[in-house]
């Protein structure tokens, strides 16, 4: 298996971005491979890194060993990172990178059911717990399958694929579905795009509750975040994007209100970010070693002295 797709993304920006000094206590809320943390850990950064795959938990058994107590490694949900720091009396910290979405490790691995490029079981669970994609594909109804797709995968024909989904089930594999939705969409071998990446995404999304973590994760980092704390987030396609643009401007002062995933907040709040850089892609130089980045937008922040924002029915 090669190495490339393993490479983070955007390493020498997100590293700009968090402007980590020696001894500064960092959160990788997305461990993976443990790309960021390697290179927080080099320029003398403390990690406290999160990560609910049980597999990339395994895998960075050997980098904890070899840290000499300079990375914890937690096996959670990001969401939860305000209250895992609590409880090693951790808070505050001075800086948090999010790498948002499917990890390529998950991906390279058939068995974990996240690609149709091989075939694998319908699973698609970040954390191996839980509903799987085919639980979800077998016994939702039409509608709900079909609001998935459209919602979390951009689906324009969303009703045509859940219709020939449900026609098909029981779905156990992941090239079944490929092809369901392919045969259902009228896909040619030689067209640029395969039309199932966007159900596989959404399908992905749903059963992970992807967006609803990503801003449960935000409103964590913000509130475990120092006065002057950076927090960084990269993210590879427009609906995390969106959430993350909309949550900096709003709580920079940018603008009121919220929104289905980042809900009302309490009026007149104080900005508890400042210095909302703009968002950073990836060069020509990183495209051509690794083209994952294609897809990546970073955007950082810097965390105000002001309280956290108290959010209203969040996710």
Known sequence: MSDAPHIPVLLDEVLEGLAVQPGSAQVDATFGAGGYTRAILAAGGRVFAFDRDPDAIADGQALVA???GALTLIAATFSALEAELAARDALPVDGVVMDIGVSSMMLDRP???????QDGPLDMRMSQEGESAADFLNTADETLIANVL???GEEPRSRRVARAIVAARPLTRTTELANVVRKALGYKPHDK???STRTFQAIRIHINRELGELADGLAAAERALGPGGRLAVVTFHSLEDRLVKRFFRE???GLPGGS??????AAKAEPSFENVARAVRAGEAELARNPRARSATLRVAQRTAAAA???EGAL
């Open 193 to 195: 795009k395969d039309p």
């Open 111 to 117: 068995e974990r059911g996240f690609s149709f490029q």
């Open 260 to 265: 289905r995933h980042l809900p009302q907040v």
């Open 309 to 311: 924002w108290v959010n």
């Open 150 to 152: 459209y919602e979390y």
């Open 66 to 68: 070899e840290s000499g």
């Open 251 to 253: 709580r920079s002062g």
